[in-house]
């Protein structure tokens, strides 16, 4: 098995031992992606000079017995709407071709930190808006299970980069399941943390009081290793809860044995394909037989929370994205304007794409006199009931078990002409981001050879045992170790 396709707690005890080199599995890396790249486009912009000295240095301190952080000298990827000081942050937008960040967020900030070895920056849909990869300004992210099938959105530059072995670990963000679809699409872990959990500052803003960073990884236990690096308090963000982070490696190897884990009734209702269904059947069998009680619950606000999401969130994007006019910074259109009014317009209609567009005029339309307590003052409303639902559930079940995705990835251009169509791929995912408590997909079966994600939700800051139980899950199964053929899908060899 190449460097590349290990996780990164196999390498930190190869490198602890001394029997590899930080040089070695970045360029073990580095040689995945100039094999893949050209099949899979999950990058936007790589980081090679930068990554070489960075492990020569690791290397270096290794040599001289030096103690590093447990995850020193494993290469990472970050989703390119993470500001990065010196390297080009686009949010995959035409409106952010050229820009450079004077800062870093402080997830990155705190990658550096602990000696991470950032070697690049992922495709997305465009400023995070979309659930296929399809929506970036540059190019189409795929699958490495299949490429002629979308990686999932809106982090799929991300996951697919973890799936092919383009990187160890990842970054990325979910503002309504941009981190758990594509983890349930290639295979992978991904988690959405609890808001507030982990800073967003430096978080180039889609919908702030939606979006949330998290871990891309290839099992479990990479994903609380990496979690813990990330997770804390941060002054520079007004949303960031002062909250104790536990140790998560330790946590999640405690026994299942006792949980009680809710089964949504409605998530389960008409529109979940047959083996989805069957995969979390597989999912309750094998947490009973770990010693977990299971119990039926019902979220009845779940119906509307489809609805809910799409206009909290386009309404946030629309005062968010008002930023850029074309004066401060970002694309310009050219000197062919007439005032200010008319350089804003062709600014925008020049560097947003179209689904850009589309919700940027429903968010306005539901803001405007007239709709605002129509639509978005009920969607609010709505929230505050989503949010009722998962207290009262909490009151009987310690997570609750779902599917992430009614699917398994579907067929590059299949759903764009629908809109719609592709909304509802985020049904499962949604409800979590408006409800502010954390989520975590791993994978949880297969159906003609694609991946199948499970879910798990928890209660507001306890993501230590959504990883205990997806720990458990995945010790006594063997999906997270299910690699793609990159040999039969793409041609390469490994």
């Known amino acids: 098995m190449s460097l590349a396709d290990k996780t990164a707690h196999e390498l930190r005890d190869l490198l602890l031992a001394k029997e590899i080199k930080a040089a070695e599995i970045l360029e073990a890396v580095l040689r995945r992606i100039r094999a893949v790249e050209s099949k899979i486009h999950a990058y936007l912009t790589l980081n090679e000079e930068q990554a070489r000295d960075e492990a020569k240095r690791i290397d270096e301190l290794l040599a001289k017995g030096e103690s590093l952080p447990p995850l020193a000298g494993i290469p990472i990827a970050v989703k390119d709407n993470l500001s990065t000081a010196g390297i080009r942050t686009t949010c995959a937008s035409k409106i952010l071709e050229n820009y450079i960040p004077p800062y870093d967020a402080t997830v990155v900030e705190l990658l550096k930190k602990n000696r991470l070895i950032l070697c690049g920056k992922t495709n997305l849909d465009e400023f995070g808006m979309g659930s296929s990869t399809e929506n970036s300004g540059w190019f189409v992210t795929r699958n490495p299970w299949d490429p002629e099938a979308v990686p999932g959105g809106s982090s799929g530059g991300a996951a697919a980069a973890v799936s092919a072995g383009g990187t160890i670990l990842a970054l990325g963000s979910d503002t309504g399941g941009s981190i758990r679809l594509p983890a349930a699409y290639c295979g992978v872990v991904g988690l959405k943390p609890t808001y507030g959990r982990v800073s967003r500052y430096g978080l180039i ?54 949980l009680r884990i809710g089964l949504v009734r409605e ?51 629309s005062s968010n994205l008002a930023r850029y006019d074309g004066v401060r910074y970002g694309h310009r259109a050219g000197k062919e304007v007439s005032d200010a009014v008319e350089l804003m317009l062709k ?3 020049e560097g947003f794409g179209a689904e850009v567009k589309r919700r940027i005029m429903v968010g ?30 909490f009151q009987k079940c310690d997570l609750i078990l779902t599917p992430t995705a009614p699917n398994t990835a579907f067929k590059i251009g299949a759903k764009t002409d629908d809109p719609l169509e592709m909304y509802l791929t985020d049904i499962y995912a949604v409800t979590a981001n408006l409800a502010g408590i954390p989520a975590l997909s791993i994978p949880g079966g297969f159906d003609r050879g694609m991946p199948i994600g499970i879910q798990l939700l928890g209660p507001a800051f306890q993501e230590a045992i959504l990883l205990r139980a997806a720990y458990g899950f995945e010790q006594a199964t063997d999906f997270h170790r299910k690699r793609p053929n990159l040999k039969l899908t793409l041609g390469i060899s490994h």
Request: some cysteine; aromatic content about 12%.
């Open 205 to 258: 803003a889609y919908a702030s009081s939606l979006d949330q960073i998290g871990p891309l990884t290839k099992d479990v236990t990479d994903c609380a290793l990496l979690l813990q690096i990330i997770a804390g308090y941060d002054r520079r963000d007004s949303t960031s809860v002062n909250y104790p982070v536990p140790d998560y490696e330790s946590e999640m190897k405690k026994s299942v044995r006792g």
């Open 267 to 317: 998530y389960l209702a008409e529109g979940l394909s047959e083996p989805v269904r069957a995969a979390v059947a597989n999912a309750v069998a094998v947490f009973k037989e770990l010693g977990a009680e299971v119990v039926e619950i019902s979220l009845p606000y779940t119906e509307y929370a489809l609805a809910a999401y799409y206009i909290i969130a386009s309404a946030e994007a």
């Open 347 to 349: 600014t925008r209609r």
């Open 364 to 393: 306005t339309y539901v803001l405007s006199a007239g709709y605002y307590d129509a639509y978005y003052l009920k969607a609010q409303q709505v929230r505050t009931l989503i949010r009722e639902d998962f207290k009262r559930a």
